[in-house]
């Protein structure tokens, strides 16, 4: 039994090294770097001397073939010494035990030799491959080299590297809605006489597309002789030439003409563009504008411009009513909240007691009025968009004597709701939870931490200058009277003089006057 397990043991060892051996065709690890290429002249990047022995693929698009012939002086395949293969190729599913060369500067064909395996696999080769001796030294394959700047191939590499204009460092962005068809606000005039000939996409959420149409007057495309593409667009890849007109003040649809390219690049066009001969005179692109203050669309621009609740223009502010929150009980001696007359609108709450309509039950004379009308269900997530929510209306008859539907939108740190009249006389809508803060609750502000501005400057100084002038006035006066009492005092004769001294009666006629009589 157990003699029996170890040999079953040992048999699926052996079958699987015996297979994973005979399979590099499946078990290999790919080698990707183009720099390994025999016309890559970049030296002294790369070195084998750590290789890991095994099977490898080449998967570059350099080429996956090791040269067969001696790479002379070395300086190739990113490295100085130059590891080729002094042999030829196997053909389908044979192994074949070669001689790998290293090629040095001295012109020495192979300063090392190396042991290695090719294997021919149907479609592409596998390499068995060992470290080298020295650094740097690398084994090299493929001819081919990335397309240079600017140009392209079906594999990016040579062969066959041509110049595309799709490239993006072959064209210019032109990024200005202000050229859109729609577009009637020709102040400032875009004007195209200092363009420079070449390649250029227009990449505005105005839209991509030349009109192909006559504009309807001269008087569009933020210019005042706008230029249209009198032609059609091309397929795929393809570029047309076609002839582009601008328009004149007298409707004239080709007042001057430009031979001119458009291209289609796939996901984009693309076009070949010159100066124009007057100025104001410039290239359209797109029909669509931005949307209107307070409108949205996906990404800001026509079609589909719609109101944004969200946005401050389109919704009212009911503020600082903080009898409207579910935790105030209307009292007898006072006027309930009455939202009959309110206008219809999108209204956002601003209180101290909460800023969301309650969406719990509410009983009579809750909420500050007579019938409180609230929500019943949850407030709508961000991503929600308007939604709508069932309100009721608590009366005499039950908890939800009138009900409707109200739209909502949570605009993220606040919410729009969209609200009616109320339906009867004294209903009116809850809002926020809180206790009303009464003023005990409130903390109190010291004097003190008031500041004066330089508003309040002028007036101080004004109220401090009239007291000043105020407290002088009357100091004089005081001292006047004062003055005035003990100067009567001192000439206040006495009573049984009055006949006597009869040189000031009308003095003390008048002082007698002001005496009270006793
Ligand atoms: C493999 O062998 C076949 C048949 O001999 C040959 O046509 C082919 O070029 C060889 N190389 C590759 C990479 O398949
Ligand atoms: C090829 O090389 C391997 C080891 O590298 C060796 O086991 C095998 O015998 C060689 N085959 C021939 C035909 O020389
Ligand atoms: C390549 O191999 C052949 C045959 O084995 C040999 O005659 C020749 O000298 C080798 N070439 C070099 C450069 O080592
Ligand atoms: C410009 O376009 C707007 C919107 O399309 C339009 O309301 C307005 O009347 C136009 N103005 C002129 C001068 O055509
Ligand atoms: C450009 O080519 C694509 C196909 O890749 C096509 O879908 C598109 O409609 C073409 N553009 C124009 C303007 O014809
Ligand atoms: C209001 O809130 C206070 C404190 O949370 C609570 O004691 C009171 O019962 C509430 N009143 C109503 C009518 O909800
Ligand atoms: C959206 O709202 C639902 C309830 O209406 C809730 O369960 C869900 O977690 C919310 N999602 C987010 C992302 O807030
Ligand atoms: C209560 O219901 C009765 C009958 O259903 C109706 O006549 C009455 O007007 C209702 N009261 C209110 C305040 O709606």
């Not at 420079?196 to 569009?220: D, H, I, V």
Request: proline share 7%; charged share 20%; hydrophobic share 30%.
């Amino acid at each position: 039994m157990f003699r029996n397990s170890v040999k079953i043991f040992c048999f699926t060892i052996f079958y699987i090294s015996t297979s994973t051996a005979a399979n590099p065709c499946r078990d290999y690890v790919e080698l990707d770097d183009w720099r390994r290429s025999v016309s890559n002249g970049d030296t002294y990047q790369l070195c084998d001397t750590f290789l890991v022995p095994g099977w490898y693929r080449v998967i570059s698009q350099a080429g996956q073939e090791m040269p067969t012939e001696c790479i002379r002086g070395g300086f190739r395949c990113g490295t100085t010494d130059t590891v080729w293969m002094n042999g030829t190729f196997p053909d389908a599913e044979e192994v074949k035990n070669v001689t790998a060369c290293a090629s040095d500067y001295n012109d020495n064909c192979c300063a090392n030799s190396y042991d290695i395996q090719v294997k021919n696999c149907s479609g592409y080769y596998v390499y068995n491959l060992v470290p080298t001796k020295s650094c740097p030294q690398a084994y090299c394959f493929g001819y081919e080299l990335p397309c240079p700047l600017g140009e392209t191939s079906p594999t990016n590499f040579t062969p066959g590297c041509k110049y595309d204009a799709c490239l993006k460092i072959n064209h210019n962005e032109i990024n200005d809605w202000r050229r859109s068809v729609a577009n009637n606000n020709t102040l400032p005039a875009i004007c195209d006489s200092f363009l420079k000939t070449g390649w250029y996409r227009p990449t505005s959420k105005a839209g991509q597309y030349m009109p192909t149409e006559c504009p309807l007057n001269a008087f569009t495309c933020g210019t005042t002789h706008p230029i249209w593409m009198n032609g059609v667009f091309p397929e795929s890849g393809e570029t047309n030439n076609v002839i582009a007109c601008s328009v004149g003040y007298t409707n004239d649809c080709c007042l001057n003409q430009y031979d001119i390219q458009v291209k289609n690049c796939s996901h984009f066009l693309l076009y070949n563009l010159k100066s124009t001969k007057n100025c104001p005179e410039a290239y359209c692109f797109g029909s669509e504008l931005p949307c209107a203050e307070g409108e949205i669309s996906e990404n800001g621009f026509s079609p589909g411009c719609k109101i944004d609740p969200c946005h401050a223009v389109n919704y009212k502010v009911i503020k600082g009513q903080e009898k409207r929150t579910s935790n105030y009980t209307l009292q007898p001696d006072e006027d309930p909240i009455d939202d009959s007359h309110l206008p219809t609108s999108f209204y956002r709450f601003d209180s101290q007691t909460g800023n969301d309509i309650v969406n719990e039950e509410q009983a009579m004379f809750q909420c500050g009025t007579k019938f409180p009308i609230y929500m019943i269900g949850s407030i709508p997530n961000v991503t929600d968009q308007t939604v709508s929510r069932r309100f009721c209306m608590s009366g005499y008859n039950g908890s939800c004597e009138h009900e409707s539907q109200i739209k909502i939108q949570n605009c993220g740190n606040f919410r729009v709701y969209f609200l009616k009249p109320s339906p009867l006389k004294d209903s009116g809508y809850c809002a926020g939870t809180l206790p009303i803060q009464t003023n005990q609750d409130k903390p109190v502000v010291p004097d003190a931490k008031k500041t004066i501005d330089d508003d309040d400057l002028p007036w101080i100084v004004t109220v401090a200058v009239l007291g000043l002038v105020c407290t002088i006035l009357t100091g004089i006066i005081l001292v006047k009277k004062l003055l005035a009492k003990t100067r009567v005092h001192e000439e206040l004769p006495p009573p049984s003089y009055s006949s006597v001294n009869v040189n000031k009666p009308p003095i003390l006629h008048d002082i007698h006057a002001s005496i009270p009589q006793k």
